[in-house]
């Protein structure tokens, strides 16, 4: 390819030239002799691959940034089963399990807790749709028979003391999103003071999906300060380059688990309609 490239443009600048100034004839190149088999699907992803393997070893910073890019290119929404572990009032939590649908045109989250629920058994978020008191809230479905025999639904502030004391993080800050901008926020915020330690530990699999292992280091200044964690371990997926599962730890050691965050059967080419957000939908 590279030869027919260089014999066309010879012939092009020929052809440019006035007469008096044309050199020699330049000889044709019989373009079939040379020309190389055209790539197919599968040779271009098996480049990609080996330039986000060396990326993962030389750049880990660049994979995340490049991650994000196919994020906002690829991805309107998704299923998936959510697997939630936190550190709260010193106390780790059960591991709670998830179904979620996640909807990035006007932000939506619906969430059934299927193991392990606190107060609440379903709720709804969509973005700038209900406040109560002022402030965002979320459509909220209590947990237990009874509760829900005297109260079908309910709007909770999603930053309000209800919602801090079951999770550390909102539910409008849930998702893959939002989890590639901070790990990639934090260690940008670290890099740019040299305090910054990420490096790729290997690979391994998360529900027999193949992912590439990041370990990261910044100055661990408590959850409410300006690093929420002192180590970070990170499985991106190898295809999708989504975050799925998360390891966040107090002490280098990891054996202080801030909060453990995993996601399976994803699905992204679902199409999710205004009805998958409707709380009359699962009877709210």
Same mark, same amino acid.
Request: aromatic share 8%; glycine share 6%; net charge positive.
């Given at each position: ?87 709260? %009032? /010193? &106390? ?5 399990? @998830?179904?979620?649908?996640?909807? #990035?045109?006007?932000?939506? =989250? ?113 959850? %409410? /300060? &300006? ?5 970070? @371990?990170?499985?991106?997926?190898? #295809?999708?380059?989504?975050? =799925? ?40």
């Amino acid at each position: 390819m590279g030869v027919c490239l260089a014999a066309a443009f010879a012939i092009r600048c020929h052809n440019l030239l006035s007469a008096d100034e044309r050199p020699a004839p330049v000889p044709v190149i019989d373009a079939v002799a040379v020309a190389q088999p055209e790539l197919t699907v599968a040779d271009v992803r098996e480049s990609m691959e080996v330039a986000i393997d060396r990326m993962a070893r030389e750049k880990p910073i660049g994979v995340l940034r490049e991650a994000q890019k196919r994020y906002r290119q690829r991805v309107m929404g998704y299923t998936c089963t959510f697997y939630k572990q936190e550190l709260i %009032d /010193g &106390k780790l939590t059960k591991r709670q399990e @998830v179904q979620v649908k996640y909807r #990035e045109n006007r932000k939506s =989250v619906y969430m059934h807790w299927t193991k392990n629920p606190g107060k609440a058994r379903r709720v709804i978020y969509i973005e700038d749709k209900w406040t109560k008191d002022g402030l965002p809230a979320a459509l909220c479905q209590p947990e237990g028979s009874i509760a829900r025999l005297l109260v079908s639904k309910i709007l909770m502030p999603i930053n309000g003391p209800d919602a801090k004391a079951a999770s550390r993080r909102t539910i409008d800050q849930f998702g893959f999103a939002n989890a590639l901008g901070l790990i990639l926020k934090y260690s940008v915020m670290a890099d740019g003071e040299g305090t910054l330690k990420l490096a790729l530990k290997g690979e391994a699999a998360v529900h027999d999906r193949p992912t590439y292992v990041f370990e990261r280091t910044v100055p661990f200044t408590g959850e %409410d /300060g &300006k690093y929420p964690d002192h180590v970070l @371990v990170y499985h991106l997926d190898k #295809e999708t380059l989504l975050p =799925v599962l998360c390891e966040s730890y107090a002490d280098l050691a990891k054996t202080q688990l801030l909060g453990r965050y995993e996601y399976a059967n994803i699905r992204l080419d679902v199409a999710l309609t205004d009805a998958d957000f409707d709380g009359a939908t699962y009877g709210m």
